[in-house]
Nanobody, 119 residues
Framework: QVQVVESGGGLVQAGGSLRLSCAAF????????MGWYRQTPGNRRVSVAT???????NYADSVKGRFTISRDNAKNTVYLQMNSLKPEDTAVYYC?????????????WGQGTQVTVSS
């Protein structure tokens, strides 16, 4: 059984901060890379930040210097600290977890959490 459970999100004024959390649960697979993606109506889902199990990170240019992704491997939990938020950061944020065993790897998504930044 696999679960990806997100928390956090909400409404914040421009310039404010929010923190998203995501925990991945599996009775079978190990959790590899995790990340956050976001999607606005009518647009495709795009990567915001990703982190490997070894701690290597990658950020979208639009969030560099404002967002920080981190993880707790013991808890299979990833965090996204979002500072200096802008109205254009408004979106549904989805957690992504790559889980697998050996050479097999599968992609799992959370249910999404709304982030709204007011101007």
């Amino acid at each position: 059984q696999v679960q990806v459970v997100e928390s956090g999100g909400g409404l914040v004024q421009a310039g404010g901060s929010l923190r998203l959390s995501c925990a991945a649960f599996s009775t079978v697979f190990s959790v590899n890379a995790m990340g956050w993606y976001r999607q606005t109506p009518g647009n495709r889902r795009v990567s915001v930040a990703t982190i490997t199990s070894g701690g290597s990170t990658n950020y979208a240019d639009s969030v560099k210097g404002r967002f920080t992704i981190s993880r707790d491997n013991a808890k299979n939990t990833v965090y996204l600290q979002m500072n200096s938020l802008k109205p254009e950061d408004t979106a549904v944020y989805y957690c992504n977890a790559l889980m697998g065993w050996g050479s097999d790897e599968y992609e799992y998504w959370g249910q999404g959490t709304q982030v709204t930044v007011s101007s």
